[in-house]
């Protein structure tokens, strides 16, 4: 619906006029001052752009072997220790972001990013003399990308090396803003959410549990003794940080609730309650503070509005997975063009086409199963 709105104004407006090509299915915009543009930011910036340059190549390399570890690993995972199995999904809007705030970040968060990953490739390119014959941008209904577009001749009799800065450079680009940009949310309570150990404990001060605000009358709680103000630190065994730890429960079962009462550690037994709007969801029943109760350790930033909050947490995180799946060997991303160009010209041309395919084959094998065992694991979700 958002693209048909988008195609109709485009048409109505009559953007061909300001560089649009507008399809049924795309609108591209391109742009042919880029280059004077990049070449007036490199005069100033020379120095800095040529380290960024030789770090994009090294940068290059880990990214690519950390997607492999990871999608690797998580695929590993969902047969030898499913709890730790993280759920991947393809962010689309309308189709895997269904929620209006999911989409409003995202849609915000993109042209950020796509500016960020562009221009590195840009900027690295005019410090190696290859001319960017267009920039710009293009949606493709529902799916966004950016794009410089170097004169290929140029690009094709460059050195090795410099093309491979400058494939390097969108990727690098991206995670060295999410990098910079996650030291600022250390100072963030939301950030913790995605914080590893042992980050999280050296960055924040963890909570003792989630505290109970009151007890549903004739639940199982109540019959088990538990009390307002009592902490929860664990139930059945798994330890409750944040209300989001809370395990699911079947209702009749019973489950094993541990709470700090004045410090004390207590343990209860009680039986599940089935919840009033889902006879097959269990409750333990309690009313529960449901606030986020992570202190960041540096705390000299004031984050008073859990929207920016939230935006900024989207933005770190879509420039970071950016990045690391950029450097993926697939046609269509970095990582395919980068080692394609590594291995140009050392073996022939047919064993060049045969082992990127073989590369490719693999990678979309890899990235597809891990789609596919998220799904086998939680069904079809959105966010």
Known sequence: MAWVVIFISAKALKLERFGFEIKAYSLVYKNKGVNELLIKILGRTRSAVSVFANVSVIAGFIMMGFAFWFLLNNVSNFFVAQSEFNEL????PGVTLTSAPAITYFLLSIPIVLVMHEGGHGIVAALEKIRIKTGGFAIFIAMFAGFVEPDEEEFEKAKKISKLRVIGAGATSNVLFALVLGVILLTNPFFAMVVPEPLLSIFYELPEGVLILSIIENSGAEQAGLLGNDIITSINGIPILIPADFPSLNPGETATVSVLREG????????VMPAPDDPERGLIGIMRDNS????????FIEWNDPTVSMFLLWLWMISFFIG????LPLPILDGGKFIHIIIDKRISEKAVKMTMWGIY???FVLFGLNIALSYMKSGWFTI
């Not at 999904?89 to 689309?92: A, M």
């Not at 690391?324 to 450097?327: A, E, K």
């Open 361 to 363: 084959a693999f990678t």
């Open 89 to 92: 999904t393809v962010l689309i």
């Open 264 to 271: 004390q550690p207590l343990n209860f037994e009680l039986l």
């Open 292 to 299: 986020f109760t992570y202190k960041p350790v540096m705390n």
């Open 324 to 327: 690391i799946i950029n450097m």
